[in-house]
């Protein structure tokens, strides 16, 4: 989503970085360029006075014109403005009570339903609570079926909701069904609208007092732009909206309405919706979007993903394996299977300082899942044998496993050589002590 915003923000803030010193005329163009590309981003024109004024009287201050490394300076400071401006900090979810209630409210097409899925994982993951849904769309025949669908393959209790019933009555009756399964928190999927209206409203009121939750979570779609920002506004005039989650934030939107939302409502985004997967959800964190913007990486949430997926018994295992040169094909493919589960190399590489305009200049490549996906597909082909021994890769053997993975001869003469210096090298680096202390296991890439 803030694709388009970060390309533009540094080739701004580019212009200024390299510079040791820099001057009241290099700081009035510089804002002036960011104004232009925060106004291109969607983002509401008052919100973008307000962070061009505080970042030029920042940035004009005596402690940064003509200093050394000034330029660094200013980028610091954009920082800390597209920080404050989308939060300051995360905000924690409420999950206590008993159960603890939390009501996704929203418009039709918003990812509502799926949210709802999402949330109950996350709250499952993070809390160690048992989640429990509660389909409360009765309009929407299908947004039962698919909150019951979601559940089912998730392993996560759902309450049995018919289109028959009335909101209220199954509200009324998940309390008693809440306590007999042992729900720590419930999650109620209400019904949504192609637009606010009293009808909507009037039935939400109603919920809440029927059952009153700790939350009351408005799902936004992220790519509506500034018509996100007056649904919450709607909304949380009339319900007192305790958060956001931002849906679609993968999609190809300007991303306005994530830097303008929390400031123009005072309503804080608690989670960001990044794909369609039941897993991909986030916590917000609003400096760490703000580092992701700017392309200074986001370490902490690679760390976070990594210790998601990786055992830390494998990590040591694979690292002795890497040190005695043993490493092998069916090794890699575990690697491979691990950083899918963490976003995949692209999504690994986002979130690595400077990677993001590094990827920008590999653009006339193969992208790195692609070659990912055909190296996967290369060592499926193979025997196990094959996998544990890849010296006993003959010309007809490496034909097969063309023939099998749909690749060329020569693409498997290619991965099996980079294999071999990736082995070699990593060997020799774990010889020298790195990677002793567990964690994924650096290993470069053959592609």
Known sequence: MFENLSDKLLGTLKKIKGQSKITEENIQQAVKEIRLNLLEADVNFKVVKEFITNVKEKALGAEVLNKIGAGEQFVKIVHEELVSVLGGEATELIVRGTPGVIFLVGLQGTGKTTSAAKLALHIRKKYSKRPGLIPADIYRPAAIDQLTTLANTNQIPVFPSNVSQKPEEILEQAKAWAKENMIDVVIVDTAGRLQIDDELMGELERLKKIWEPKETLLVADAMLGQQSVNVAKGFHDLLGLTGLILTKVDGDARGGAALSIRKTTGIPIKFLGVGEKVSALEVFHPDRLASRILDMGDVLSLVEKAQEVINEKDARDAAKKMAKNKFSMDDFLKQIQMM???????????????????????????????????????????????????????????IRIANGSGTQVSDVNKFVKQFEESQKMMSKMMKMGMGKGGGMPGMKMPF
């Open 340 to 398: 899918k589960k963490m976003g995949g190399m692209e999504g690994i590489m986002k979130m690595i300082p400077g990677a993001g305009q590094m990827m920008k200049k590999m653009k006339n490549m193969s992208p790195p899942d692609d070659e990912i996906k055909k190296i996967e597909a290369i060592i499926r082909s193979m025997t196990l044998k094959e996998r544990s021994n890849h010296k006993i890769l003959n010309g007809s053997r490496r």
